[in-house]
DNA sequence: ACGCGTTACTAACGCGAGTTAGTGATCAGC
DNA sequence: GCTGATCACTAACTCGCGTTAGTAACGCGT
C-alpha cells in the first residue's frame, strides 16, 4: 500500500469527513455569531476536525480576512540602549500581554536608526499596526506612515505627529525626585540626564529637575548639569566631571544604570552616600534596592507603559478614537541613600 | 468627479500600468533568476510599480509560496526570570541579526508555562520554525511538535528531544570560575546556584562547580552549596543561609544578579570583599563592572546566543543538516572582587 | 518556403480560507 | 391546499500572488 504523502488537511477535507459544505465548516471554525447551525451538525464538524488534526492556514485567513492580527514593535534603540534598558524585557511583555487580550500576537523589528526600513509592515500589510519605541524626529519614513493612516502608536516622545503617544510622566516624575530632596534640605543639586538630550526623555527629565528648583526658588546653575548617555560608564564619567567643578551636597540621576556609574565615581572621590552626597535615580530597575546603598528611584511603570500601548493600538486599529497623549505615572521609592543635608563643608575641589 | 475609493494597489494593477502580464510583474519583483526580460521591460515594470506605490500583499505571498518568512520565539520563562534575566534583550537581538540575514521576521511569544499554547503557530503555517527559550521537560506540546517534524531549536536545556539545541557551556564556565578561586588559594568555597535545581543551567553550573572541586582534591561538602532563585533577594537570603552554616573564604555564585544579593548579604555581615571573601558570579551583566566591587564573572556570549539559534534555524527550515548540540564558550573576567585567600580566621558563625 | 530554435512573453490554475447570494425543505397560519 | 416565513444549509465568487505550461513572433540557415 503506498503512503500517501501526507498533506495538511483543509477546510475541504474537513467539510468533506463531516459531509457538509466548506461554508458550514467555516461558520463552526470562527463560531460565527447568527448562524443557525443544529448542534448536532457542530458536533460532527468539530470531531472531524480534531480527527483529522485540522489547522487552518494563517496565510489563508489573513488574505480572504484582510487582516493579519499581528501587531509590529519597532525599536528605533541603538545597541547602547537596547543593552543598557533594564526595563526592555518587561515593557515587551506588558505589549505581549495586551496583544494576546485582543487576540493579536507580536512581530518584533529591531532597527537601529539608519539600519533599514519597517515600512513594509504595513504597507505589505504584514501586521495591522505599529509600536514605534524610540520614535526619532527625523524619522521620514514614520512621518509618511502616519499620513497616510497607518494605526501608529509611539511610545516615548510626541514629535508633534498625529498620532497618539504613550510614556512615562518623566517630568513629574523628575520634579517628585528633585523636590523630595529640597525637602531634605538639598540646594546644591546635581542633575546627571540618562541621555543626550536630543532625546526627549532626556530633556523632559532636566525640565522636571529645574521645575523643582523654580518652585523653592533655587536659582539654576547649568554648572550642575551634565549629561550622562544610557551606560553605567557614562555616569561615572559624569560625576568625575561635576565634582571637578563643585561639590553637590546631592545629585538627581536620570537613569539607575547610569547612577551606579556615578555612584561609583562618588565613592573613588571619597564621598559616602548618603552621608556626604545624596543620590537619586530613575527607572527603578530590579537591582536598585541592591545597589550599595540601596537606591532612592523613581519607579517607572514599564509592564503597564507596553499594555498600555498595545490596548491603544488595538483600540486604533478597530477604528475607535483613542487619547492624542497618555501619561502613566511614577513613584518615588525612598531607600537608603538619601538623607538629610550634611553639615557645612568646604565645598569645591 | 468622484473620489475613487482609494484600494491598494495590486500586482494586476501594475501590470496594466506597464503594458504587460503579472505573470512578468512578479517575475521581476522576486527578481526571479533565469527569466528573460529585457531591460526595457523590467525598467516599465519597476516604474509602474514605483508610481503605484506597489506593495505586495504579505499574506498572499506566503499563501501562495507556502513559507511565512517568519521564525517565532517562544519564551517560556516566568515573569520573574524575564525581569530578571539582563541578557534577554541582547539575545533577542542576536537572533534579530540572524532573522533578518536570513530574510525572516521575528514573532515573539512570551508563554510562561501553563499559560497557553504555542503550537498554533507553527500547525497554521504563521511561523515556518521555532525557537524555544527554555524548555522544560514536562512540556507535552514540545515533544509532539518536534514528533510530528516541524523545525524547531532549543534554546537552553538539551531535554533528549530529537531537536538541534543551543546553550553557553554552563560547566565549563562554572568550573572556569570556581578553578580560579582555588588557584588564588581557597579551599572553602560556597555555591549559591543561579536558580531552583529543575533547572537544567543550575544543575549544569553546580557540575562545573564539582568538576573543579574534584580536579583538585577538595571533598564536596553539601553544606556549602544553597539555592538561589533569579532575582537579587534570593541571593541574599541564601547567603544568610550559608553564612548561618559556615564561613567560607570564597563563593562562587552562578548569577550576577543573585550575586548583588549576597553580596549585600556579606556587607550587612560585616564581611570585605574580596579581603574576608571572594566572590565569583556568572553572566557578566552590563553591570557587573560596576558593582561595589567590580565583580569578577563568567560572560555569557548573549548576542551570538541569540544569533546562533536564529542560524541553526534558518538552516534547519531550509532543510539542511545541523549539529544536533552546540555549545558556546564563556569567558571568565577577573576584576576585584576576588584575591588571594585571606590568613586563617576562626571559622564558623 | 520551410524547419527549428530562441526570445519574450501570457493564460490559467492553485494556494486555503471568508463571505454573499441563493435554494430546497419544512412548517405555521388561515 | 396554498402562501410565506423560517431553517439549514451550499454554490460560487473573492482575496493577491506564484508558477507551470504553452504560444506568438522573430531570426537564421538551407
Known amino acids: 500500500m503506498v503512503q500517501q504523502p501526507r498533506r495538511r488537511p483543509t477546510s ?7 459531509g457538509v459544505s466548506r461554508t458550514t465548516v467555516s ?3 470562527n463560531r460565527r455569531a447568527g448562524s443557525q447551525i443544529p448542534a448536532e451538525t457542530w458536533q460532527r464538524v468539530e470531531t472531524a476536525a480534531r480527527e483529522l488534526g485540522y489547522h487552518p492556514h494563517g496565510a489563508a485567513r489573513q488574505l480572504a480576512a484582510g487582516r493579519s492580527l499581528t501587531l509590529g514593535l519597532v525599536l528605533r534603540q541603538s545597541a547602547d540602549q537596547v543593552v543598557a534598558d533594564a526595563l526592555l524585557a518587561e515593557t515587551l511583555f506588558g505589549l505581549a500581554a495586551a496583544a494576546r487580550a485582543g487576540g493579536y500576537r507580536v512581530l518584533l523589528e529591531p532597527l537601529a536608526p539608519g539600519d533599514g526600513t519597517y515600512a ?3 504597507r505589505s500589510q504584514r501586521t495591522d ?10 524619522d521620514d519614513e514614520l512621518v509618511d506612515l502616519v499620513r497616510d493612516g497607518f494605526p501608529i502608536v509611539l511610545q516615548g516622545s510626541r514629535l508633534g505627529l498625529d498620532a497618539p503617544s504613550v510614556d512615562v510622566d518623566n517630568r513629574a516624575g523628575a520634579h517628585g525626585a528633585v523636590a523630595f530632596l529640597i525637602g531634605l534640605g538639598h540646594r546644591r543639586i546635581g542633575c546627571i540626564t540618562n541621555a ?8 523632559e527629565r532636566l525640565a522636571g529637575y529645574r521645575d523643582a528648583l523654580d518652585e523653592a526658588g533655587i536659582a539654576f546653575d547649568a554648572q550642575l548639569v551634565v549629561e550622562g548617555s ?13 565634582l571637578g567643578r563643585t561639590w553637590p551636597t546631592a545629585v538627581f540621576v536620570a537613569s539607575d544604570v547610569v547612577a551606579i556609574g556615578a555612584m561609583r565615581a562618588l565613592r573613588e572621590a571619597g564621598l559616602r552616600i548618603p552621608r556626604d552626597v545624596s543620590v537619586v535615580g530613575f527607572d527603578d530597575i530590579a537591582l536598585a534596592e541592591h545597589f550599595d546603598p540601596p537606591l532612592t528611584t523613581v519607579r517607572i511603570p514599564a509592564h503597564s507603559l507596553g499594555e498600555t500601548a498595545g490596548q491603544l493600538l488595538v483600540e486604533r486599529i478597530a477604528g475607535r478614537p483613542v487619547a492624542a497623549r497618555t501619561l502613566l505615572p511614577t513613584q518615588l521609592v525612598i531607600r537608603d541613600s538619601t538623607g538629610a543635608v550634611a553639615p557645612r563643608r568646604s565645598g569645591g575641589p
Request: zero cysteines; aromatic letters at 6%.
Open 120 to 122: 513594509e509592515l504595513l
Open 129 to 138: 499596526g505599529l509600536i514605534v519605541s524610540g520614535p526619532r524626529a527625523d
Open 27 to 29: 461558520f463552526v471554525i
Open 230 to 242: 544610557f551606560v553605567a560608564a557614562s555616569g561615572h564619567a559624569a560625576m568625575v566631571t561635576l
Open 12 to 18: 475541504a477535507d474537513v467539510a468533506a469527513r463531516a
Open 196 to 203: 543626550p538630550l536630543a532625546y526627549t526623555a532626556a530633556t
